[in-house]
């Protein structure tokens, strides 16, 4: 069965600081990855995706994500953190056996970027 | 571009009356939408897909009759929730698949509270 795991509830960082938010999965076939964020009381927001190509992704608001086929991993990844990066993000796959393009979310990390 | 709007954005009703939501695709039109729910600090539950003018598919373990699923036009999904009791109240999410392959396009959420 299609899943996705993100094993930190949470994630501190500095701000200007390197930051991570790790993903893995788990899919029969190849995989379809996104990543999206959201702030409180709104809905999500489209980061990334990987569908194919390139292994390392380059997504909205400076974000980026490197997938890696070998550890079944889609770590969201940021140069440089922001204050304004605080917030819910989600990693997703594609459930294809599901049809109509239906997404697996994961439990969500919650991000706090710290002045 | 790809814009989904709900509405209400809040809502808060008796128990035992009916609440209607909406959820529109402004500019693109949207062959299948999708009902998610989302409780405090979790993930986005997927409740059922809906595709335009046939019946919704629900998930496993969603109850169709308190949960209908209207989708009329390609612009305009709706989700009545019948007779709502307290344990309904959550945070609502449509998403609408768009222009772009693969990606889901979310709605800014309507939070339900039932009294």
């Known amino acids: 069965a299609q899943s996705v795991a993100q094993p930190e509830d949470q994630v501190n960082v500095a701000e200007g600081n390197p930051l991570t938010v790790k993903c893995t999965y788990s899919v029969s076939g190849n995989p379809y990855l996104f990543w999206y964020v959201q702030y409180p009381n709104r809905g999500l927001q489209f980061l990334l995706k990987?569908?194919?190509?390139?292994?390392l992704v380059k997504g909205s608001y400076g974000f980026e994500a490197e997938f890696n086929k070998s550890q079944t991993s889609f770590h969201l990844k940021k140069p440089s953190a922001l204050v304004s990066d605080s917030a819910l993000y989600f990693c997703?796959?594609?459930?294809?056996?599901?049809?109509?393009?239906?997404?697996?979310f994961g439990a969500g990390t919650r991000l706090a970027v710290h002045p | 571009g790809a814009v989904v709007s709900q509405h209400p954005s809040w809502v808060i009703c008796k128990s035992g009356t009916s609440v209607k939501i909406e959820c529109r695709s402004l500019d693109f039109q949207a062959t299948t939408m999708f009902w998610y729910r989302q409780f405090p600090k979790q993930s986005l539950m997927l409740m059922a897909t809906?595709?335009?003018?046939?019946?919704?598919?629900?998930e496993q373990g969603v109850e169709k009759d308190k949960f209908l699923i209207n989708h009329a036009s390609l612009t305009l999904s709706t989700l009545t929730v019948t007779s709502a009791h307290p344990e309904d109240s959550s945070f609502y999410i449509c998403?609408?698949?768009?222009?772009?392959?693969?990606?889901?396009?979310f709605g800014p959420g309507t939070r339900l509270t039932v009294t």
């Open positions: 990987y569908i194919t190509g390139d292994n």
């Open positions: 809906s595709n335009e003018g046939s019946k919704a598919t629900y």
């Open positions: 997703a796959v594609r459930d294809v056996p599901g049809g109509y393009n239906k997404l697996i």
């Open positions: 998403s609408a698949s768009g222009p772009v392959p693969y990606e889901q396009y």
